[in-house]
């Protein structure tokens, strides 16, 4: 069996990190080599020109980005990114691990997602709509409700999904409510999506907590990212007892030991839009909060911020990656060794999203409509099923939670290709 020939197409620290988690995943579980380069590399992209008529009659070229790593298993699926540091390389290793995380948790999709290089706190909404429009009029022959379901990610909201399936909409001829998920409710959007990834993520910190005998009401919490997915999962962990004591966003991070009042940082948020100055904690630095002493560490941003640097440092039980691909390969070496912290690896962490948005797309698809209850009753059920799941791989295996998840993710996309055949 010849290697793959493979382009520098997706060079970048961060695809080369979600490769070497495969590669130890595949060896893990003796992956044949005629099937791995196969569930590897993304099946294929699309890159993206975007021109955009500014406020003041200029134009703006942006560059966006589809990469579909898997389409073997059903539909490709992921979100979108809009970020001004957005790579193909990033975006193509987001891509695998959409693969793995809705593999692992039984979702019948491939993998996708992607990106436009932008950083849309600069443009106005006119200008943002005209940009998600044109992203969504390049990507009309290449997605689709049955081939690539697109839904938010960093920097990508209900409202933006809404345009882009009116724009889709628009080029079919008729309403197309399942080619994006996460949208408004009034146009298909399921009850429970907003806070699907964090309620999902506060679930199964609650979940290992339990296991670990640690009470709700002793735990403390740091959230890094204070975006859709931490403030939700700051809100249920909140309402579960539990006491947030840092949250930090691009502009600031801030530390209160007797708890930081949510729900009024999110009405500071509503105003201000950042939490810059924000007067309801002491502002400390970011590797602060990553190094604070608390029970549960919530990286919820972006990718690699625990590090070799910091990952000796820190002071938590728990480490809950809400975030994709918070922890570099070196830094889970470090904390492995520690054997002080339990991971909850992102492909497990983070699934509740995708999870609803599988059910927002069956909604769709079906024009029957769910209560929320049905939604979080059906989400915590995966997520059971999910967790246990890991957990048995671990002891079964001897492996840490993270090559778990990425092992049962990866041999149910491996045995989907087998199964299929390769065409000739
Ligand atoms: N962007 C989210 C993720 O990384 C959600 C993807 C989706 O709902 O398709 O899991």
Known sequence: MSKAIVSTLYDSDVFKMACRQFDKAADAINLPEAIRDR??????????????KR???SVTVFEGYRVQHNLSTGPAKGGIRFHQHVTLGEVGALAMWMSWKCSLVGLPYGGAKGGVIVDPSKLSETELEHLSRRYMQEMVNFIGPHTDVPAPDVGTNEKIMGWM???????????????????????GGSQGRREATGAGVAYLVKKYLTDMKIPLPKTTVAIQGFGNVG??????????????IAISDYTGAFYNAQGIDIRRALKYLQYQKVLHDFDGAEPISNEQLLELKCTVLVPAALERVV????????????????????????????????GDIEIIPDVLCNSGGVIVSYFEWLQNLSNFYWSRDEVMQKLFAILDKAKDSVEAQKKKFQFSRRL??????????????QSRGLFP
Request: hydrophobic share 40%.
């Open 307 to 338: 590090t070799d640097k910091n990952a000796k440092k820190l002071k938590c039980r728990v480490l809950a990656e809400a975030a994709n691909g918070p922890t570099t390969n070196a830094a889970d070496k470090i904390i492995e060794a520690r």
């Open 404 to 417: 778990a998840a990425l092992t049962l993710g990866i041999q149910r996309v491996a045995d989907a290709k």
């Open 55 to 57: 406020d003041d009659g």
């Open 165 to 187: 399936m009116d724009t889709y909409s628009n080029h079919v001829g008729h309403i197309s409510p399942a080619i994006v998920t996460g949208k408004p409710i009034a146009i």
């Open 231 to 244: 403030s939700e999962t700051a809100l249920a962990l909140s309402n579960y007892g539990a006491k947030i």
């Open 39 to 52: 569930t590897k590399y993304p099946r294929r992209c699309l890159a993206v020109s975007l021109p955009v």
